[in-house]
């Protein structure tokens, strides 16, 4: 059971998406992969494809491909939502965790979602996860400046009207901390998405967990 108002530490829980919620980052990181191919480019390995999930579009292409002009990002962009959107329908919510949501939900936290997905890429996951009207707020790549820039968390707290000492960020990457920590906000790390739990400690998470149950155990305990 989720802690009550009076002995709670947390009033705002801010989740990221992909590789948070939803286990897209093994889709995310083919189809980042099958773009480079389709423009003749050297493609990134797993590692390097994963490492940019979370950020913005020319953060990510500056970071996975140093040598393409700046005017090619856009085409290297539509050839990754092409074949992203192939397969989007297939990707689900991981175990557990629209149980999660509810039971924050019902202990009347205020749930949040900040991440690097466009503001239609978000509309659309919410809508097929059938988690309409679950989050109070969110906060998307392309309405301000993307991760690990604090903008996000910090429109999420103005708008939610809650300080950074009642606020959590959870997320997968080191891009999710990074955020947290620029916005002066507590940060968790979840290892099961798309960085691996060695990079994720050099952020001195206040936790780690390695799945959706212990992540809902945890926040049960301490949040």
């Given amino acids: 059971m989720m802690r009550d108002a009076a002995t709670r530490r947390f009033d705002l829980v801010v989740f990221d998406w992909d590789g948070t919620l939803m286990d897209s980052t093994t889709l995310i990181a083919e189809a980042l992969q099958q773009a480079f ?7 990134p390995d797993d590692a390097a494809a994963r490492y940019v999930i979370g950020l913005g579009l020319s953060d990510a292409m500056k970071s996975v491909a140093p040598e393409l002009p700046p005017h090619r ?13 192939a397969r989007e329908d297939d990707i689900p919510l991981f ?20 991440t690097g997905k466009t503001r239609a890429g978000l509309a659309r996951a919410i809508a097929k996860a059938d988690l309409q009207g679950v ?18 968390l910090l429109y999420l707290m103005d708008r939610l ?23 002066g906000a507590a940060g968790l790390a979840v290892t099961y998405g798309a960085h691996p739990p060695e990079d994720l400690a050099k952020w001195s998470p206040m936790a780690t967990v390695h799945s959706v149950a212990e992540l809902r155990a945890w926040l049960e305990q301490h949040a």
């Avoid at 191919?37 to 493609?43: C, E, S, T, Y």
């Avoid at 175990?95 to 900040?114: I, P, T, W």
């Avoid at 009207?161 to 916005?183: F, S």
Wanted: charged letters at 25%; one cysteine or more.
């Fill in 161 to 183: 009207e809650v300080g950074p000492r009642e606020t959590l960020m959870i997320g997968d990457t080191t891009h999710d901390l990074d955020l947290a920590q620029n916005a």
């Fill in 135 to 152: 989050f109070h707020a969110t906060r998307c790549a392309d309405e301000g400046l993307p991760k690990p820039h604090p903008d996000m």
């Fill in 37 to 43: 191919r389709d423009l003749g480019l050297a493609v």
């Fill in 73 to 85: 990002y856009a085409e290297l962009g539509a050839r990754y939502r092409e074949h992203y959107l």
């Fill in 95 to 114: 175990a557990g965790a629209r149980e999660m949501l509810a039971d924050l939900d019902s202990a009347g936290y205020l749930m949040a979602v900040a």
